[in-house]
């Protein structure tokens, strides 16, 4: 399919507007992302309708915790990234480049109906970045809105200019992952800009209505200082306001950094700490055993609101309009009158 955003240069190459890297095309060349390329003097999505595959999955694993809490998503993927991540967690999608491999074709209208059929809350672009198949998400968002799904991305929130706009009107929510609080860190082991995902998330928290949260994944001796956790924190309070959620994810050997210990608990509730003290109202754990550490606990009496064993609810104190049944302080979020019964289903989904 043709891709949008792009222009012609005064040397004959194709510019690509998607995200800040400008890829400057020649006939035939592909940008950075791998699947965005020049053929026949346009830029063409080759990942257009098809997949790495399909999966039911709890919205927590997104993760977002406070948009429609214990529902089913449905996710799904594709390949390349545009970004150079050397511990990519999830490097065999975004790193592949066996595009004419992605078996799984489905069209944007048959995605919102199989969301329908197994009464999901929401359709996930996740697993690699959606902002590399923008037109096939946009797509896909707006046949899902006529089914009356919500739609989320899960991106590390690298795109620019107008394709930033469109994209993210037709998101419901958002899950950014703010990889560190360090330009030098994104330089050497991301291959992008920091000011770039920053402006991205304040454009998503002052000028759209997404339900935005975040996701920092924190690798020992990298990104995880308290000087570091603290300037993020205090940033996050001050430009996006105090009821943004903060993930601290936990980081395994992968990819190309596999000289780096796990994350260790203790690390992540550290993070936790320093978060609630300068400001940030909700804090969570992930990728770790840690049931306090993905509940959520009301900032004004302390009491759990919502309790998490992994991705199971195991506690619902909220009222019909999002307050905690103790205090009555609102929770900010997307909340139904109760939460979904999904659990920690993961089920492998085949598109007919």
């Not at 999966?55 to 799904?76: V, Y």
């Not at 949260?213 to 300037?231: A, F, M, R, V």
């Not at 606990?297 to 307050?323: D, F, M, Q, V, Y």
Request: proline share 4%.
């Amino acid at each position: 399919m043709e891709a949008r955003y792009w222009h012609l240069l005064n040397d004959g190459r194709l510019c690509c507007e998607v995200c800040p890297r400008e890829c400057r095309l020649a006939e035939g060349q592909r940008g950075v992302c791998f699947v965005r390329t020049r053929q026949e003097g346009r830029l063409i999505l080759e990942t257009y309708g098809r997949s790495t595959g399909f999966c039911l999955d709890p919205i927590e694993k997104k993760p977002l915790n406070h948009f429609l809490p214990g529902t089913a998503t449905l996710s799904f993927g594709t390949a390349g990234c545009n970004l150079t991540c050397k511990f990519c967690q999830n490097w065999h999608m975004s790193k592949s480049r066996q595009v004419d491999d992605l078996a799984v074709q489905a069209t944007p209208e048959a995605i919102a109906r199989a969301a329908r059929h197994f009464s999901c809350g929401s359709v996930s672009f996740t697993y690699n970045d959606p902002v590399i198949f923008l037109e096939y998400a946009v797509d896909t968002a707006i046949a899902c809105h006529q089914q009356g799904v919500k739609t989320v991305a899960v991106t590390a929130g690298y795109i620019q200019g107008a394709a930033r706009e469109e994209f993210f009107r037709h998101m419901d929510a958002a899950n950014v992952d703010l990889k560190a609080f360090s330009d030098a860190f994104y330089r050497r082991l991301v291959g992008g800009h920091r000011q770039v995902v920053l402006e991205t998330l304040e454009y998503l928290a002052k000028e759209t209505k997404v339900w935005l949260e975040i996701t920092t994944l924190l690798i020992p001796g990298e990104n995880d200082s308290i000087q570091e956790l603290e300037d993020q924190c205090r940033w996050m309070v001050d430009h996006l306001g105090e009821g943004v959620p903060i993930h601290f994810t936990a980081f395994h050997p992968d990819w190309r950094m596999l000289d780096k210990p796990r994350t260790s608990l203790a690390i992540l509730n550290r993070a936790m700490e320093i978060a609630g003290k300068n400001g940030v109202r909700y804090a969570y754990t992930g990728n770790v055993a840690d049931p306090r550490g993905g509940s959520t606990w009301c900032p004004g009496c302390g009491k759990l609101t919502i309790g998490r064993t992994g991705w199971n609810i195991t506690a619902w104190h909220l009222n019909e309009k999002g307050a905690c049944q103790h205090c009555g302080m609102v929770c900010p979020g997307v909340f139904a009158a109760k939460p979904g019964t999904w659990g920690s289903k993961r089920i492998p989904v085949r598109m007919g």
